[in-house]
């Protein structure tokens, strides 16, 4: 069962979780060359992003790459590779290498071929949730939501096209999201919380975070319910 550190603020998660993330990054660092980070998208992230950057790592031997994009142009405004490259990838971090998922492709197979191809399973995975349960692009409802949730499946990486948010999404697979070093999930909010304790209690395709993080014991969850 993951472990819950509860935050009376979603600031003092922020700074918590800016903390572990560092003191992470920096004993993966110890023991190899070089690590990847794997960060979510949506608009929670963007006080840990800036808080990150101000961190004095050695962020020249780090690949931060996405859990999750949006299938949009990276100067789109629902980019995630937008809003890393605006919150993370300045200050300190300007020096990380960065995997963006979304490339330009003429078909869904090159898309998901060319994202794959660049791909390296990462040594440390950040979460966020959606209100709907949805974590990474996994999304309740998802035609391809059997296939990401497959605890066997090689696959690190699919397309998820969402029955109630836009766009077409690549996603982590939660086999994958399983492969990782380590796995961090935050969330704000009575209602995320909410969501979560029932994803948790009853692991379901209705809320795929409670299937993903079930294939993640040694998972962390940082949560705040402001
Ligand atoms: O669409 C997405 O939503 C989730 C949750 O976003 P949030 O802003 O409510 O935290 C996010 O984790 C995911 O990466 C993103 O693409």
């Known amino acids: 069962m993951p472990q819950t550190h509860r935050f009376p603020s979603a600031d003092a998660t922020t700074l918590a979780l800016c903390e572990r993330v560092s ?15 794997a960060v979510s998208g949506g608009r929670s992230p963007i006080p ?23 299938c949009v142009p990276s100067d789109h405004r629902d980019s995630n590779a ?23 492709a003429a078909t869904a197979e090159a898309l998901i071929a060319s994202a794959i191809g660049q791909w390296q399973t990462p040594d440390l995975t950040l979460l966020g ?9 996994l999304f309740p409802g998802a035609a391809t939501l059997p296939a990401g949730l497959d605890a066997d499946t090689a696959a690190p990486l699919l397309l ?14 939660a086999a994958e999201i399983a492969r990782s070093g380590q796995v961090f999930l935050s969330i704000a909010g009575a209602a995320k ?8 209690a009853s692991p379901s395709p209705h809320w795929p975070v409670g ?4 294939g993640c014991p040694a998972a962390e969850i940082f949560s705040s319910l402001t």
């Not at 299937?211 to 079930?214: G, I, P, R």
């Open 23 to 37: 003191a992470t990054l920096t004993a993966i660092l110890a023991g190899q060359d070089r690590a990847v980070l």
């Open 48 to 70: 840990l992003f800036r808080a990150l950057a101000q961190q004095d790592l050695p962020w020249h031997r780090i690949t931060v790459t996405l859990v999750d994009e949006r």
């Open 82 to 104: 937008r809003l890393v490259r605006t919150h993370l990838l300045t200050g300190y971090a300007t020096s990380a290498a960065f995997r963006p998922l979304w490339l330009q």
């Open 129 to 137: 949730m959606g209100e709907d349960g949805h974590t990474a692009s």
């Open 160 to 173: 998820v096209d969402p029955p109630a948010a836009p766009h077409r999404r690549i996603s982590m697979t």
């Open 193 to 200: 919380q909410a969501v979560l304790e029932q994803a948790l």
């Open 211 to 214: 299937a993903v993080l079930a």
